[in-house]
């Protein structure tokens, strides 16, 4: 059974930082691509990056190009976001996710590309 854990979020000022973490089992981590997606009250989940499951590229939404960062550590089974430069409009739900297929990952931002969801944790940024 997958499970992927996601840790790290909180309340921070606009202009801070914070790492979210996703710890994940049950599956062919190091050959995964995961993503990282956000979702606000009465909006839809929104795409926000993922990573191949090498680490070799990366994708981001264009509000977080250069201010959020997506890694892993495949010897950790464990995906990360790195957030700088928070903006009161990145408060959010935001949610792990594993590729739905392992291997070759397009980029696409479509979430129905992803099969497994973590629970999500809350990232507030006040102004």
Known sequence: ??????????????????????????????????????????????????????????????????????SRDNAKNTVYLQMNSLKPEDTAVYYCAAARFRGYYSGTRESSAFGSWGQGTQVTVSS
């Open 1 to 70: 059974q997958v499970q992927l854990v996601e840790s790290g979020g909180g309340l921070v000022q606009a202009g801070g930082s914070l790492r979210l973490s996703c710890a994940a089992s049950g599956l062919a981590f190091s050959s995964s691509a995961m993503g990282w997606f956000r979702q606000v009250p009465g909006k839809e989940r929104e795409f926000v990056a993922a990573i191949t499951w090498s680490g070799t590229n990366s994708y981001y939404e264009d509000s977080v190009k250069g201010r959020f960062t997506v």
